[in-house]
């Protein structure tokens, strides 16, 4: 039990971490200060999925993070996260 309360926490963690990343690319790459006039920019150019795929780089970091303090399930978790970001973004990149 304990291996799946490991295998979560990674993955709370993960999707955090690239909902992080996510405002951070939207900081850096957007045209505007207002966070959700830039995310309704990028959904119609097109966009978006490119600001997942940036945000979702911050994932690699926790996970070699977890993987260097011995925290093999909780590095699972996030790359658990990562691919649900990975078909989340190609689910949305094919539906346009």
Known sequence: MNNKKEILI???VGLIAAAFGLI???QIFGKS???GTVF???IN???LTKLMSIGALINLG???LFL???KDNRAKGVLIATVLILISTM?????N
């Open 10 to 12: 990674g993955f709370i």
């Open 24 to 26: 951070l690319a939207i």
């Open 33 to 35: 200060d207002d966070w």
């Open 40 to 42: 309704k920019q990028a």
């Open 45 to 47: 150019e097109g966009f």
């Open 62 to 64: 926790t996970f070699f």
């Open 68 to 70: 260097k303090k011995n």
């Open 91 to 95: 689910i949305i990149k094919n539906m």
